[in-house]
């Protein structure tokens, strides 16, 4: 296989005496981060049977779930598990690990691994989950977080601009808040200052304030530059210095990429993670999929029949997080669904994600049961945008057999729109709804700021 290279100027910074002790213990990650992307898949994949063996020997002695459910496997045996019996591990539900709380923490985590952090999560299924992680694997976290700049070639001396923050009043229009680095101030290189927005500033002032702030890079949630791109067309405004947008937190899909071309000329880079395991997968620097982040977890895609899902083939995402020996989260299903890729031909072997579907509340489960996915793609949205003036809308599944179509539009639609639409959703979702439509001032953002296209409200 090609083996790709890393940009000179990178080499050279991770040749450097880091300033602190965390900077230190990062920088050996990325260090060894930078050999291991190289590597065959068959190797990363042996690698990781190996430590996969370990953790789970690890868990069955010092955690009592694991030692019960899953005392019919060695996990000395790391040829069998890699033959095929990892997949006798039992899936680990977020419901279970919502039960189980702090049962899952380990009795013996060991010393060197650090202290411990918690974080809590809701996710979007009202199942609240606590995950305990241990210096080590936040270290992991920092190494991941610096590799995505150095797969995407950032110029770390610029201004990072981030609409992320939905604390309660911080960082709000029209200063925002300003802090010296990108990340933690002991992170392993020094950066130039990064500026950060809160979420529910309007679209209008968001794009007065990049303007003003003349950020190089632009962070935010994918439905925040989703608004903001056609709004910054529809009013002729450019980003002077711009150099890219990334997007973490919620979906991606294409269309998005092409927004952000065809609105600043810059491209979009998207990060596939989850708070509770952490950086799971970054864009490939040379292709628009997924390298899965191997050094800190193994990740599976699993058809319905709970086998291996092959390239092109879709299913559930399964996470073993192979550096937390704190609370270790084993097979874990995180709810996402995604399609499996081929190994990717910018010479790394880490493996491929080719898309995230989405989550399973992304799943359109029609009155025959049959299953059709939600996320429109690209084309589908533009013949949708061009049926009527429409500004934004949302699929509300409201009973087995009904959509209601929530949109905001430029100007009242005609019958023949709302027909025409009426027809395009049913031949999109494959089944003749009963289609209504309603006119809302806007439209809701989840807790977390997010939005989706896409909301099921009823009981199936
Ligand atoms: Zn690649």
């Not at 061009?386 to 430029?410: C, G, T, W």
Request: net charge neutral; charged share 25%; hydrophobic share 35%.
């Amino acid at each position: 296989m090609n083996k790709g290279t890393t940009d000179p100027a990178w080499l050279e910074r991770l040749k450097r005496e880091p300033r602190s002790d965390k900077g230190h213990r990062i920088l050996k990650l990325l260090r060894q981060c930078e050999q291991t992307q190289w590597h065959d898949p068959e190797d990363i994949l042996a690698t990781q049977f190996k430590q996969l063996s370990r953790l789970l020997g690890h868990a069955q002695s010092t955690i009592p779930h694991y030692a019960a459910t899953t005392s019919h496997i060695k996990s000395g045996d790391v040829r069998s598990l890699a033959a095929g019996r990892w997949l006798d591990v039992p899936v680990l539900k977020r419901q279970t690990v919502n039960r189980l709380g702090k049962e899952l923490l380990s009795r013996n985590i060991p010393q060197d691994h650090g202290s411990l952090n918690a974080i809590y999560t809701s996710g979007t299924t009202g199942l609240p989950v606590r995950v305990e992680r241990t210096k080590h694997t936040l270290d992991y976290w920092s190494a991941f977080t610096t590799r995505d700049h150095i797969w995407h070639n950032r110029d770390i001396d610029g201004v990072l601009a981030a609409i992320r923050s939905s604390e309660k009043k911080f960082a709000l229009y029209p200063k925002g808040a300003r802090h010296a680095a990108w990340g933690s101030k002991d992170g392993v290189f020094k950066t130039g200052p990064s500026l950060s927005l809160n979420v529910g500033t309007s679209i209008a002032d968001m794009a007065e304030w990049i303007g003003r702030n003349k950020p190089d890079y632009v962070l935010a949630m994918p439905n925040i530059i989703k608004r903001l791109a056609p709004w910054c067309m529809e009013h002729g405004v450019t980003f002077d210095g711009l150099k890219e947008v990334s997007v973490i937190g919620e979906m991606c899909g294409e269309l998005l990429r092409d927004l952000c071309q065809e609105a600043w000329q810059v491209p979009l880079h998207d990060v596939y993670s989850s708070r509770e395991v952490g950086y799971i997968a970054l864009q490939c620097p040379v292709n628009n999929h997924y390298h899965v982040q191997a050094e800190g977890l193994y990740l599976e895609i699993l058809d319905a029949d709970d086998q291996p899902c092959k390239p092109g083939e879709s299913g559930r995402v399964i996470v073993t997080t192979i550096q937390n020996y704190a609370m270790p989260l084993i097979r874990y299903e995180v709810g996402d669904y995604a399609e499996a890729g081929e190994t990717c031909d910018c010479g790394r072997g880490l493996p491929v994600i080719k898309r995230i579907l989405g989550r399973e509340q992304d799943i359109l489960v029609l009155p025959g049961g049959q299953h059709s996915w939600t996320l429109l793609g690209s084309p589908d949205v533009r013949d949708f945008m061009n049926m009527a003036p429409i500004s934004q809308y949302q699929f509300a599944h409201v009973a087995a057999d009904k959509i209601e179509v929530r949109l905001i539009v430029k100007r009242e639609l005609t019958d023949d729109e709302e027909n025409n639409i009426a027809n395009w959703v049913n031949k999109k979702f494959g089944y003749p709804f009963d289609i209504s439509f309603s006119y809302p001032q806007e439209l809701a953002l989840t807790k977390a700021g997010k939005f989706k296209d896409f909301i099921v409200e009823f009981r199936n």
